[in-house]
């Protein structure tokens, strides 16, 4: 098998990975967030490094180490996640945006503790900004972008969608009501879409082997952009 893990496929290129949920802060001790353990894109950091990428790590909110020889920048918000992620995105070869964004977050953000009041509370939200539909507009020419797709339906469908909408080279898409694909766990079943139209199916396995597939298959799509 050609898949070595220990074979430095992308020795002098640079990986960006963003990884974990957002919180989005609606006074200072409340906040709206995702599911997200952050160790599929801490797999996919920690097999880059290992095949000699330079490897940078924009991580939210998560507990978990940082893998050997990665550069790991924390950050809470959608917003701080963009921020950094723009910051790097140029000059990065491949970006890997395992990262669950919140979509909205709360439209005024208090300075003091909110106190309970009525029986209801309602709090209004706005959009975030869509980091990987940026990312995507503003993709060089030898750059392989990456995202994924969570779905609970409709997998195949919405997961093009947004290959086609964001511009990417792949979307892994991975259908969260599977056993054994959930946030959380060490395992996950996804299904890689590519840009030519290829689809590959990696059942259940263990984050690092998904990681290693997803990076041998970045690789062959960064060598087809620069012949
Ligand atoms: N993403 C992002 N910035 C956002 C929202 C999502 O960069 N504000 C990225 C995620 O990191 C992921 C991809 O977009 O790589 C798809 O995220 P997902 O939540 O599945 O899709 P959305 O486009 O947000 O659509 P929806 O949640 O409505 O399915
Ligand atoms: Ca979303």
């Not at 209004?124 to 994924?148: A, N």
Request: hydrophobic share 40%; glycine share 6%.
């Amino acid at each position: 098998q050609f898949f070595l893990e220990d074979d430095r496929f992308l020795e002098g290129k640079k990986v960006l990975v963003t990884a974990g949920p957002t919180r989005e802060a609606v006074d200072p001790v409340r906040y709206f967030t995702n599911h997200s353990s952050g160790k599929m894109g801490f797999a996919i950091a920690e097999q880059a490094a290992s095949m000699g990428a330079e490897v940078t790590l924009i991580a939210g909110p998560v507990n978990l180490e940082t893998p050997p020889d990665v550069e790991r920048i924390d950050v809470s918000s959608a917003h701080e996640m963009y921020e950094a992620v723009i910051k790097r995105s140029a000059e990065s070869d491949i970006i890997v945006k395992a990262a669950a964004v919140a979509d909205y977050r709360p439209k005024t953000v208090y300075g003091q503790k909110l106190k309970k009041q009525n029986e209801e509370w309602s709090v209004e939200m706005e959009r975030t900004i869509d980091i990987l539909k940026t990312l995507g507009k503003r993709k060089p020419s030898g750059q392989v972008l990456i995202g994924f797709a969570a779905e609970s339906e409709r997998v195949e469908e919405f997961a093009l969608g947004k290959l086609e909408k964001k511009n990417l080279d792949m979307v892994c898409a991975n259908n969260i009501t599977q056993e054994g694909a959930g946030f959380s766990v060490d395992s996950n079943i996804l299904t890689l879409y590519k840009k030519d139209g290829s689809k590959i199916e990696l059942p259940l396995q263990s984050k690092k082997d998904v990681a290693i597939k997803i990076l041998h298959d970045a690789v062959k799509m960064l060598k087809e952009k620069t012949v």
